[in-house]
């Protein structure tokens, strides 16, 4: 006899609250519009959450390890300020690509100064990114003082209108960041990540390299945020040094309405890529919902404070019963 | 495959305190060492030395024949090196299998985890204790969904399956039941066997000889003997376990409680390893509680003071009480000393002051008369004899035994008339322990309540009117007046039923 | 032997001295006028208070501890100042009412952050964080683009000026100096004060000591949105007009003001005359820069390079290995 209860459900399929909140929003999006499945719609909806789900992922990764980033938005800026900049609007495509390659590389090196604080100096991982950001944020701001300058619009449209098979583009992105993810989840690194975010000492115990792992998440999540800084770079195609300022919370919501525990060692990444394409779709709701312009900043807010609330809302809830 | 270690003249400190100062262990291949001392002798200090959890402060470390140094488990394990350890390595979100193989995971394609040899290779290991399971234990539970003596079990195959050298079981029959540590020794002969070098840690004496080979007993963080088992009987073994300065002339022999009222009826108490509990305690009374560890102890003293929520009902000076909150059982005359000094007894980097008065500042008014508090912090101190520099230090400036005085001296300013005592004497010095046995008996002379938990059956056998023995959840015995003696706390504690005991 | 340490109160003071001194050698600093040194010092100081005020509310939380922060105080700040600035309207009998109000609202808005904190188990930094984009909703809807008000004389008078013409002291100082003592009397002389410590440094010692940990949790995260709200009604009686953006510019060095101090981000241990300290460092570095010429980039940079260097000297967690 086997008694199925809340925790245990959540406790296997972390991600399954992310699902009925992803389809409870996909069915609302379509009463409110209903040709959102056709090509276009789909494409315009799918390019627009790429960033966010980009940079979730890079976040869910650090979290599951036991740590927080706080520096992702800021990261996000800096890439956008240095595309902007260096590319230019009249600039060739073979520039753009050369500065995407630089780009990932300032990411990742801008998460390994967070992993080197947080893992060998062992500060605390949320005040510690938080001063990074700041940090990131400036630099961001003294590479482009001004929103300003873009990247060539061919390569803007490359983003925003492929669609291979017919399918947006961002599909096939969140299609190989999934299967890396699930790769990774099943190699040695993906146990360790799991340990280290579960119980740090025992694992350090059972000889699991802690600090390198720990560094590590950081790592991916500087790299991550530098994909999701050229994709919204690609988006827009213009730059403001205040873009990204905004989507780390994102990040962390969809991270937390997707199953991942902050505390870390529970959940995956799949629930959070659920979690940011559903804080994407209901952003959608406001817009289509026709709500004042002057309430929208507001409203969304409030839907985030919701989304982080409801977990914990039902475990209240729970208790009582 | 063989393997002598020893390790000679070991310093370790935490901190200020001192868990070691003289350690000295020696171990070869195909037998059994058993490492004896009381709670806080530096047992598990000494197996984590040997075992590169911590850093060692003195001392030397030699493996066959050659000094080393381990400079992490790591280096350790690579040595040959594995260990159970007593608070389990375990991390509670990951499956059994995942646990176990940590670290040597079995890959397969693309290096990728190969799951099915992860579960074959589990399901050889949990075949060695197949038959003694009481759930359904396959490699893919999560660990935090097991029940203790499983989770302790998959401990012990996790360290079982490094194949090593040599192997430390630290209290690893603790939350085990006769079953489980039959088969456990069993192992432990096919092992021997087989050369392996093993570190027994227990607390139960018969343990120890039915699986001990070798001894070494530590006291207050020095070896002071070590032989073959068959040259020592038990009784010589506790006095070398016991320091010889502890005396017990705080006998309350005298005593006549039966003719006080009684003021504490305690009925039915259900609650997280509780499983119905009822007794009575009289005005004036020093009621032990003795037991295995971990027999719900604990949680029966933190229910009665509200931290933990029960059912059942509590009678205090005939009037019903529930605390749902320990500040209303601190209102009615209650206090708690509780078992983790450090975790829940004291604020460590807050001054001594402010530990001694944190239940108590309502009374001193708005702005608080701090010179007040500081005078009757004084005076308790100097009743207390505590030994400190200036109040206002922090208490991680004293030693063991002061903090826990500041910890006691916290609820005696309140003159409580209930004290529940969990294992206050642990990690204290000798002559602090009588310092509070003569303290415990002057309360209860004084007519204060206290029910006094202790892992140190001497201690209750020689300071308690009545001691009270609980076994998992339940209280298994009474033992009073003539049968309060340390053989039979013994034998009740490992739940065998003593005729001679009411 | 006694080693000789300095409290890191008296150390962040003696910090703002020597870059106040540093400053007089830039190439557009006050040189050798004692009077334009004793006036940029007096104006420097008068400039803390705002941030001051700020930073008290954030003192409390991170003393409470357990990763304790209030990001939300500088959207709290702005909707105060523009709630005081609508309220008042001129009118100084309004003015009473106005603050009552910036308290009120910052209070309830801080329960709000302590509900979710204790009762939800978020955590404070996502919690306040995302209040801050709720406040920061509420004040676009209630400045809708441009909102109608005006401060009040007497609080240009009590707020900006000095004491008299022939007493260049600053009024907000004075301000300033009794609202420290104030703090001080609720950390070190209230019951309130020691059990926020004690809830700090250990939760379960201070609940089996009697504390009421979650109610400690609700009241420290209401007061100090209360005190940010009391921060903004400053404000607007500096500045005299409001912007969107008015507090927001104050967050991070409330924050890097308590660490300054000497305040232990991981709780438990601090004091309010260190985070004055701290706030005057921040603002003296601030100033500095804007002399210097130096761009908000370069500001937030040394801000946050700032904090990164505090934390690495006070803010080590365990290690691993023993």
């Known amino acids: ?321 | 495959m063989t393997l002598s270690l020893s390790a000679k003249n070991i310093v370790k400190r935490y901190g200020g305190v001192i868990a070691l100062s003289d350690g000295n262990l020696e171990i070869n291949s195909g037998e059994v060492v058993a490492l004896i001392g009381a709670n806080g002798s530096g047992k598990s200090t000494m197996s984590k030395v040997i075992n590169g959890v911590v850093v060692l402060d003195g001392g030397q470390l030699t493996l066959d024949g050659s000094p080393v140094h381990f400079a992490s488990p790591q280096a350790a394990k690579n040595m040959g090196i594995s260990t159970v350890f007593q608070e389990l390595s375990l991390i509670p979100q990951m499956t059994v299998a995942d646990n176990i193989w940590l670290t040597r995971e079995p890959l397969g394609l693309m290096g990728m985890v190969s799951r099915k040899a992860v579960r074959a290779k589990t399901d050889e290991l949990l075949a060695l204790f197949a038959g003694t399971f009481k759930t359904d234990l396959h490699p893919d539970v999560v660990v935090s969904e097991l029940p203790p003596d499983e989770k302790q079990i998959v401990e012990i195959l996790k360290a079982v399956s490094f194949n090593p050298r040599l192997l430390i079981l630290d209290e690893a029959t603790a939350s085990l039941d006769n079953r489980q540590v039959q088969r456990l020794f069993d192992l432990v002969g096919v092992w021997k066997e087989e050369g392996k070098a093993i570190v027994f840690i227990s607390h139960r004496m018969e343990e120890i000889f039915r699986v001990a080979d070798r001894y070494s007993v530590l006291r207050n963080g020095k070896t002071v003997g070590a032989g073959h088992i068959k040259d020592i009987t038990e009784n010589d073994l506790i006095k070398l376990m016991i320091d010889k300065d502890s005396v017990f002339n705080y006998s309350r022999a005298g005593v006549n409680i039966s003719e006080k009222p009684v003021c504490l009826e305690v009925r039915d108490i259900y609650s997280t390893n509780l499983h119905g509990v009822s007794f009575d305690v009289r005005e004036g009374e020093l009621v032990g509680i003795g037991g295995l560890q971990g027999q719900g102890q604990r949680n029966l003293l933190h229910s009665l003071y509200g931290d933990i929520s029960f059912t059942g009902t509590v009678t205090f000076n005939q009037k019903p009480v529930h605390f749902k909150h320990p500040r209303q059982a601190m209102k009615s005359g209650f206090a708690l000393v509780p078992g983790d000094r450090a975790g829940e007894g004291l604020l460590y980097i807050r001054p001594i002051l402010e530990n001694f008065q944190l239940p108590s500042w309502g009374r001193y008014g708005f702005p608080l008369k701090i010179g007040n508090a500081k005078k009757d912090a004084e005076q308790m101190g100097t009743r207390l004899n505590l030994v400190m520099a200036s109040l206002l230090d922090p208490v991680s400036s004293l030693s063991g035994g002061n903090a826990q005085k500041v910890v006691i001296g916290k609820w005696l300013m309140r003159q409580p008339s209930v004290l529940l005592l969990d294992d206050p004497t642990k990690g204290v010095d000798v002559g602090t322990k009588a310092e509070f046995y003569a303290l415990l008996t002057k309360l209860c002379d004084e007519g204060k309540t206290i029910l006094f938990y202790s892992s140190d059956d001497e201690e209750l056998v020689g300071l308690c009117d009545r001691v009270m023995v609980m076994h998992d959840g339940k209280l298994q015995t009474e033992l009073v007046g003539e049968a309060l003696t340390k053989e039979n706390l013994i034998s009740a504690s490992l739940g065998v039923a003593h005729g001679g005991a009411p | 032997m006694k080693r000789f340490t300095l409290s890191p109160p008296v150390a962040a003071l003696l910090l703002a001295v020597v870059l106040f001194l540093l400053s007089g050698l830039l190439p557009n600093g006050y040189g050798s006028d004692v009077q334009v040194a004793i006036s940029q010092a007096t104006n420097i100081l008068r400039l803390s208070v705002f941030l001051g005020v700020i930073a008290a509310g954030q003192t409390l939380v991170i003393i409470s501890g357990f990763e304790g922060i209030d990001l939300s105080a500088g959207a709290v700040v702005t909707l105060t100042a523009i709630l005081t600035y609508v309220i008042v309207s001129g009118a100084n009998e309004k003015v009473l009412l106005a603050l009552l109000v910036s308290l009120v609202v910052g209070a309830i808005i801080g329960f709000f952050n302590g509900a979710g904190i204790t009762y939800l188990k978020i955590s404070p930094f996502v919690m306040t964080l995302s209040m801050a984009g709720v406040v920061t909703g509420a004040i676009i809807v209630i400045h809708h683009g441009n909102v109608q008000g005006k401060i009040a004389p007497i609080m240009t008078r009590l707020i900006a000026r000095p004491v008299s013409p022939g007493i260049p002291i600053p009024n907000a100082l004075i301000i300033w100096l009794i609202f420290g003592v104030l703090m001080w009397l609720l950390l070190e002389r209230t019951t309130y004060g020691k059990h926020l410590f004690a809830i700090g440094v250990n939760r379960v010692t201070s609940k089996l000591s009697g504390v009421n940990v979650n109610g400690m949790n609700l009241a420290t995260y209401a007061l100090a949105s209360a005190l940010a709200g009391f921060g903004g009604f400053l404000l607007v009686g500096n500045t005299g007009v409001v912007l969107i953006q008015l507090g927001q510019p104050f967050l991070f060095p409330s924050i890097a003001a308590v660490a300054v101090g000497g305040t232990l981000l991981s709780g438990g241990k601090g004091s309010y005359w260190g985070t004055m300290a701290g706030a005057i460092v921040l603002t003296l570095i601030t100033s500095l820069l804007t002399t210097m010429q130096m761009p908000d980039s370069v500001r937030r940079m040394v801000l946050g390079a700032t904090l990164l260097v505090l934390i690495s000297i006070y803010g080590r967690q365990r290690a691993l290995r023993q």
Do not use: H
Request: with cysteine.
């Open chain 1, 1 to 321: 006899m086997k008694r199925i209860t809340w925790s245990g459900l959540m406790s296997r399929y972390p991600a399954f609250f992310a699902l009925i909140l992803l389809t409870f929003a996909v069915i609302v999006n379509f009463i409110l519009q209903p040709n959102m499945f056709a090509e276009d719609t789909l494409n315009s909806n799918m390019r627009v959450f790429l960033p966010i789900i980009l940079l979730t992922v890079g976040q869910a990764i650090v979290i599951l390890g036991g740590g927080i980033d706080i520096s992702v938005g800021a990261i996000v800026s800096i890439v956008n300020a240095i595309l902007a900049t260096r590319v230019g609007l009249e600039g060739s495509s073979g520039a753009m690509w050369q500065y995407v390659a630089v780009c990932l590389a300032i990411g990742a090196l801008a998460g390994a100064i967070n992993g080197y604080f947080v893992a060998y100096l062992r500060l605390q991982p949320i005040i510690t990114t938080y001063a990074t950001s700041f940090l990131y944020a400036g630099i961001a701001l003294f590479i482009l003082p001004n929103p300003g300058g873009g990247i060539p619009a061919i390569i803007a449209n490359l983003y925003r209108n492929t669609t291979p098979l017919g399918l947006p583009a961002a599909f096939f992105v969140i299609a190989i960041i999934l299967g890396l993810w699930f790769f990774i989840r099943s190699t040695r690194f993906g146990n360790y990540l799991y340990a280290v975010g579960g119980k740090a000492q025992a694992a350090y115990e059972t000889a699991v390299p802690v600090t390198w792992v720990q560094f590590s998440t950081y790592v991916i999540s500087g790299l991550m945020a530098a994909l999701s800084g050229i994709a919204i770079t690609m988006l827009s195609g213009s730059g403001n040094a205040e873009i990204g300022a905004a989507m780390t919370l994102n990040s962390i919501t969809a991270v937390v309405i997707g199953g991942t525990a902050l505390s870390g060692g529970v959940g995956g990444v799949a629930g959070p890529v659920m979690g940011a394409i559903t804080l994407g779709i209901f952003q959608n709701i406001v817009s289509f919902a026709q709500i004042n312009t002057w309430w929208e900043t507001l409203v969304k807010a409030l839907i985030i404070v919701a989304a982080l609330a409801t977990p914990g809302i039902i475990n209240l809830f729970r208790r009582r019963t």
